[in-house]
């Protein structure tokens, strides 16, 4: 049984650019969540999917946005990146319907230049 | 502002060991509180959870231990081996919503 895969599993982008993150959600899951981890910190909650909808967002900008695809798969998408976007970007996935355990996958790791 | 305190920052303790990680909080709705365990490289992974009804929850070498009035919980990790090396986090979260992070304790387990 796959866990939570994510895309790439690191990358570097330069100021300004924009970068687009992937997720596959552990089998028979359908709810995804991001988290960014900057280094030495906790993650922190950017934003979690159900049924194809954005249905909590913490507190990140716009520049920040997300997409879940009928599979339940998802993307995380970051434009006008700046140096402190820098972080591990971590995908989770649940069951909706659950007492909330979170599957988390090994992330993708973004440093901007 | 960080809903959920932890400490210590980092924490060494000799194989067999007991270390504690203590976290502290504010919001009264929360109902759901995990310890996560992450290797370097690695995504967090669920060690052991509680909710507010319970006092205390053992898996294996893992306790929580919850005190409900004082907001405050707890994982001791018993028998502590140098495998147990990693860092710690805490969270809370209320009813379906996001969950929130400590900051996380770095444990090293010496042998």
């Known amino acids: 049984d796959a866990g939570v895969t994510q895309s790439p599993t690191h990358l570097i982008k330069t100021r300004g650019q924009q970068v687009t993150l992937r997720c596959s959600p552990k089998s028979g899951h359908d709810t995804v969540s991001w988290y960014q981890q900057a280094l030495g910190q906790g993650p922190q909650f950017i934003f979690q999917?159900?049924?194809?909808?954005?249905?909590q967002r913490g507190n990140f900008p716009d520049r920040f946005s997300g997409h879940q695809f009928p599979n339940y798969s998802s993307e995380l998408n970051v434009n006008a990146l700046l140096l402190g976007d820098s972080a591990l970007y971590l995908c989770?996935?649940?069951?909706?319907?659950?007492?909330?355990?979170?599957?988390f996958g090994e992330g993708s790791r973004l440093t901007v230049l | 502002q960080q809903q959920v305190k932890q400490s210590p920052q980092s924490l060494i303790v000799q194989k067999g060991g007991i270390p504690i990680i203590n976290c502290a909080y504010e919001n009264t709705a929360f109902d759901y509180f995990p310890w996560y365990q992450q290797f370097p490289g690695k995504g967090p992974a669920l060690l052991i959870a509680?909710?507010?009804?319970?006092s205390e929850k053992k898996e294996g070498r893992f306790t929580i231990s919850f005190n409900k009035s004082a907001k405050q919980f707890s994982l001791h990790i018993m028998d502590s081996q140098p495998g147990d090396s990693a860092t710690y986090f805490c969270a809370a979260r209320y009813s379906g919503y996001a969950l929130n992070f400590g900051k996380g304790t770095s444990l090293l387990v010496t042998p």
């Open positions: 989770a996935s649940s069951l909706a319907i659950s007492t909330g355990e979170l599957f």
């Open positions: 999917y159900y049924e194809e909808e954005e249905r």
């Open positions: 509680i909710r507010p009804d319970v």
